[in-house]
C-alpha cells in the first residue's frame, strides 16, 4: 500500500539513509507485517507451535515470537480469549528481548500501555521477581490492567503515574528499566495511517523534551550495575540517538551497551552522522565539543522496514555503573528494613496462616465495613474450598473490599495512584469472597479442585465466552488437570479451552451458570 509522506520527513530520511532510501521508500508498497507473541505463562512456544491453529513463521530476533500469513485474524480465535498469545508488531518485540529480564529481576515498564511489552517481561520473569508497570494517560491504563490480568500476570503492580513521582517512591530500587517512551511514530506510518496524519515536521522536538525527563527519572530508580532498554517507534534521530547522547552527557555513571556486546544480524547499527552536522542545540548537544556522546550513542540499534520484517524501532542498552565495594542498592536497603517491619505476616483471626496482610483504609476505620481481617479469612476459606493455591510470603492487602496479592508492601505504594496493587484475587461482599475474574484468569487447572473443559474446535468454547450457560453432565467435572471425575461437584468451576484457564463457571444439576464477565466477552460474530 502506497503512501504520501511528508516532504520534510522524506528530506530527512534521505540525509538519514543515503543511497538507501529509495529501499525504505518501497517498504510503504508493502503491506504491514502481523505477529504474535507465545504467552509462556500459560504454554510453552513449542506446545503452541503443535497445536496452533495458524501458520506460523519464527520472529529471529524473539524465540516466543512468530509471523502470521497476511488475513490472519488471530482476535477471533479461543485462544486468543484464554491469553495463550499476544497480539504484537514484530520489531515491537524487541526491546525487551534486549532487556535480558530473568526471573527474581525487580523491572520496571516505565511507558506501559497497551501492554504488550509488560506481558513480555512477565513471561521471562515466570513468576519470580515482580514487575511494576505504569501508564501516565488514566484511559490508557485500562488496556494495561485488562492484558496485565487477560494472560495471567500474578506477580505486576499497574500504576498510573508520572516517571518523577513513581522516582519518589522506588529510588536505586529495579535492576531492569524499560522505556518504551512517547514519540512522533514515525515508525507506524505503514500501519497506522492516522500517525501520518498527525505528524508535523516539529513533532520530533515536541517529544524530545518529554523523554528527557523521563530518562533522568528512570536513572533515579536504577540499582548500580542496573539495566535500562530506551526504545521508540520512531526514526528521528532527535529521539533516538540524539536523546542518548544528550543523557550520557548529563549521567557520567551510564554507559552505552555497545552493539557488538549483543550482535544481531537483523539490527543496524545506530546513525550518527545527521547529528554530528546537526547537534540538538535545544537540549544544549553540540556536535563538536558532545562527538565523543555522539559516537557513543551510535552504538545503539535500530530495526528498519526496509532490511527486515517489521515496521521499525529504535533501541539503546544502558548501564548505571557499580560502586566499588559498596551496596548495588543505595539507600534501598535501609528503606526495606523499615518497610519489612511496618508490614509482618500475621495469622487471621482464627490462626491460620499463609496470608500476609497490612492494615486497609476500613480496618483503620471499620463503622460497619467488613474489616481486612475477615476478608482474609474468607479468602482462606474460599482456598481451602476450590483450589490448590499457596499464596506464598507475598502481602494480600484490601482496597476497599477488593483484595490483591502484591508482589510489593504496601507502605512502597502509598501516595502513588495505583489501578491494581497486585494479582486482584476477588472481593468480599455480603459476607462473602468472590473470586475475581483476574483469579481465574492466572491458574493453572491443576490448582483448582473443580475443572470444567471446554473445546476450542465444537463451538462449545464460543458459546461460554459470549456469557451463555451450558449443559455439562457430571462426568466432565474433574479433578484439576486429571481425569477424576468429582462426585458431588457444586459451586465454582474453573472453565478451561484445551486445557487453559479462560474464567469461572457454577455448576449445579446439570447446567454451568456463566461468571465470565460481560466487559470480556466476545463480541464478534
Same mark, same amino acid.
Given at each position: 500500500?502506497?503512501?504520501?509522506?511528508?516532504?520534510?520527513?522524506?528530506?530527512?530520511?534521505?540525509?538519514?539513509?543515503?543511497?538507501?532510501?529509495?529501499? +525504505?521508500?518501497?517498504?510503504?508498497?508493502?503491506?504491514? =507485517?502481523?505477529?504474535?507473541?507465545?504467552?509462556?505463562?500459560?504454554?510453552?512456544?513449542?506446545?503452541?507451535?503443535?497445536?496452533?491453529?495458524?501458520?506460523?513463521?519464527?520472529?529471529?530476533?524473539?524465540?516466543?515470537?512468530?509471523?502470521?500469513?497476511?488475513?490472519?485474524?488471530?482476535?477471533?480465535?479461543?485462544?486468543?480469549?484464554?491469553?495463550?498469545?499476544?497480539?504484537?508488531?514484530?520489531?515491537?518485540?524487541?526491546?525487551?528481548?534486549?532487556?535480558? &529480564?530473568?526471573?527474581?529481576?525487580?523491572?520496571?515498564d516505565l511507558c506501559a500501555a497497551p501492554g504488550g511489552k509488560s506481558t513480555q517481561i512477565a513471561a521471562k520473569l515466570a513468576g519470580s521477581g515482580h514487575l511494576v508497570t505504569n501508564d501516565i494517560?488514566?484511559?490508557?491504563?485500562?488496556?494495561?490492567?485488562?492484558?496485565?490480568?487477560?494472560?495471567?500476570?500474578?506477580?505486576?503492580?499497574?500504576?498510573?503515574?508520572?516517571?518523577?513521582?513513581?522516582?519518589?517512591?522506588?529510588?536505586?530500587?529495579?535492576?531492569?528499566?524499560? !522505556?518504551?517512551?512517547?514519540?512522533?511514530?514515525?515508525?507506524?506510518?505503514?500501519?497506522?495511517?492516522?500517525?501520518?496524519?498527525?505528524?508535523?515536521?516539529?513533532?520530533?522536538?515536541?517529544?524530545?523534551?518529554?523523554?528527557?525527563?523521563?530518562?533522568?527519572?528512570?536513572?533515579?530508580?536504577?540499582?548500580?550495575?542496573?539495566?535500562?532498554?530506551?526504545?521508540?517507534?520512531?526514526?528521528?534521530?532527535?529521539?533516538?540517538?540524539?536523546?542518548?547522547?544528550?543523557?550520557?552527557?548529563?549521567?557520567?555513571? +551510564?554507559?552505552?551497551?555497545?552493539?557488538?556486546?549483543?550482535?544481531?544480524?537483523?539490527?543496524?547499527?545506530?546513525?550518527?552522522?545527521?547529528?554530528?552536522?546537526?547537534?540538538?542545540?535545544?537540549?544544549?548537544?553540540?556536535?563538536?565539543?558532545?562527538?565523543?556522546? !555522539?559516537?557513543?550513542?551510535?552504538?545503539?540499534?535500530?530495526?528498519?522496514?526496509?532490511?527486515?520484517?517489521?515496521?521499525?524501532?529504535?533501541?539503546?542498552?544502558?548501564?548505571?555503573?557499580?560502586?566499588?565495594?559498596?551496596?548495588?542498592?543505595?539507600?534501598?536497603?535501609?528503606?526495606?528494613?523499615?518497610?519489612?517491619? =511496618? &508490614?509482618?505476616?500475621?495469622?487471621?483471626?482464627?490462626?491460620?496462616?499463609?496470608?500476609?496482610?497490612?492494615?486497609?483504609?476500613?480496618?483503620?476505620?471499620?463503622?460497619?465495613? =467488613?474489616?481486612?481481617?475477615?476478608?482474609?479469612?474468607?479468602?482462606?476459606? +474460599?482456598?481451602?474450598?476450590?483450589?490448590?493455591?499457596?499464596?506464598?510470603?507475598?502481602?494480600?492487602?484490601?482496597?476497599?473490599?477488593?483484595?490483591?496479592?502484591?508482589?510489593?508492601?504496601?507502605?512502597?505504594?502509598?501516595?502513588?495512584? !495505583?489501578?491494581?496493587?497486585?494479582?486482584?484475587?476477588?472481593?468480599?461482599?455480603?459476607?462473602?469472597?468472590?473470586?475475581?475474574?483476574?483469579?481465574?484468569?492466572?491458574?493453572?487447572? =491443576?490448582?483448582?479442585?473443580?475443572?470444567?473443559?471446554?473445546?476450542?474446535?465444537?463451538?462449545?468454547?464460543?458459546?461460554?465466552?459470549?456469557?451463555?450457560?451450558?449443559?455439562?453432565?457430571?462426568?466432565?467435572?474433574?479433578?484439576?488437570?486429571?481425569?477424576?471425575?468429582?462426585?458431588?461437584p457444586k459451586g465454582y468451576v474453573l472453565v478451561c479451552i484445551d486445557g487453559y484457564a479462560a474464567g469461572w463457571g457454577k455448576w449445579q444439576s446439570g447446567m454451568l451458570k456463566n461468571e465470565y464477565?460481560?466487559?470480556?466477552?466476545?463480541?464478534?460474530?
Amino acid at each position: 500500500m502506497a503512501h504520501s509522506l511528508p516532504v520534510s520527513f522524506e528530506a530527512k530520511m534521505k540525509s538519514l539513509l543515503g543511497d538507501d532510501y529509495e529501499s +525504505f521508500r518501497q517498504s510503504y508498497h508493502h503491506s504491514p =507485517q502481523a505477529g504474535i507473541r507465545v504467552n509462556t505463562l500459560k504454554i510453552s512456544a513449542a506446545s503452541f507451535k503443535e497445536q496452533s491453529p495458524f501458520a506460523l513463521r519464527p520472529i529471529p530476533w524473539c524465540e516466543t515470537g512468530f509471523y502470521l500469513e497476511e488475513g490472519t485474524r488471530p482476535g477471533l480465535h479461543p485462544y486468543y480469549h484464554a491469553g495463550l498469545y499476544y497480539i504484537q508488531e514484530p520489531s515491537a518485540m524487541a526491546p525487551v528481548e534486549l532487556l535480558g &529480564v530473568e526471573p527474581g529481576d525487580r523491572v520496571l515498564d516505565l511507558c506501559a500501555a497497551p501492554g504488550g511489552k509488560s506481558t513480555q517481561i512477565a513471561a521471562k520473569l515466570a513468576g519470580s521477581g515482580h514487575l511494576v508497570t505504569n501508564d501516565i494517560h488514566p484511559d490508557r491504563t485500562k488496556a494495561l490492567a485488562k492484558n496485565i490480568e487477560l494472560y495471567g500476570v500474578r506477580n505486576a503492580v499497574v500504576l498510573n503515574e508520572s516517571p518523577e513521582r513513581i522516582a519518589g517512591a522506588f529510588p536505586g530500587y529495579f535492576n531492569k528499566i524499560l !522505556i518504551d517512551a512517547p514519540c512522533s511514530g514515525e515508525g507506524m506510518f505503514r500501519k497506522d495511517e492516522d500517525m501520518l496524519k498527525h505528524w508535523k515536521e516539529d513533532s520530533p522536538l515536541q517529544y524530545a523534551g518529554m523523554q528527557r525527563d523521563i530518562l533522568a527519572s528512570a536513572a533515579l530508580m536504577l540499582e548500580p550495575g542496573g539495566t535500562i532498554v530506551y526504545s521508540t517507534c520512531t526514526f528521528s534521530p532527535e529521539e533516538n540517538e540524539g536523546m542518548i547522547a544528550v543523557f550520557l552527557k548529563e549521567h557520567e555513571d +551510564f554507559t552505552m551497551v555497545s552493539e557488538k556486546d549483543a550482535a544481531s544480524p537483523w539490527f543496524s547499527r545506530g546513525e550518527s552522522a545527521w547529528l554530528l552536522q546537526h547537534g540538538l542545540p535545544e537540549a544544549g548537544l553540540d556536535p563538536v565539543q558532545d562527538d565523543a556522546y !555522539i559516537a557513543a550513542a551510535a552504538e545503539s540499534r535500530r530495526i528498519w522496514p526496509h532490511r527486515v520484517e517489521g515496521e521499525g524501532h529504535f533501541m539503546a542498552v544502558l548501564r548505571k555503573k557499580e560502586i566499588p565495594g559498596g551496596s548495588q542498592r543505595d539507600d534501598s536497603n535501609a528503606i526495606e528494613r523499615h518497610l519489612k517491619e =511496618q &508490614v509482618k505476616p500475621k495469622k487471621d483471626r482464627r490462626g491460620k496462616k499463609g496470608v500476609s496482610r497490612v492494615q486497609s483504609r476500613d480496618e483503620r476505620n471499620p463503622r460497619g465495613k =467488613q474489616s481486612d481481617i475477615d476478608g482474609a479469612a474468607l479468602l482462606q476459606d +474460599f482456598i481451602e474450598q476450590y483450589l490448590h493455591l499457596d499464596l506464598g510470603g507475598d502481602h494480600v492487602i484490601m482496597h476497599g473490599q477488593h483484595l490483591y496479592r502484591s508482589p510489593v508492601p504496601e507502605e512502597r505504594l502509598k501516595g502513588l495512584k !495505583i489501578v491494581r496493587a497486585g494479582w486482584y484475587l476477588g472481593q468480599v461482599k455480603n459476607g462473602r469472597f468472590v473470586p475475581s475474574h483476574p483469579l481465574a484468569a492466572a491458574l493453572h487447572p =491443576q490448582e483448582a479442585s473443580q475443572v470444567v473443559n471446554l473445546s476450542s474446535s465444537n463451538g462449545e468454547a464460543v458459546r461460554y465466552l459470549k456469557g451463555e450457560t451450558l449443559e455439562i453432565g457430571h462426568d466432565r467435572v474433574k479433578r484439576g488437570a486429571g481425569s477424576e471425575v468429582v462426585q458431588q461437584p457444586k459451586g465454582y468451576v474453573l472453565v478451561c479451552i484445551d486445557g487453559y484457564a479462560a474464567g469461572w463457571g457454577k455448576w449445579q444439576s446439570g447446567m454451568l451458570k456463566n461468571e465470565y464477565p460481560a466487559a470480556w466477552r466476545w463480541t464478534s460474530v
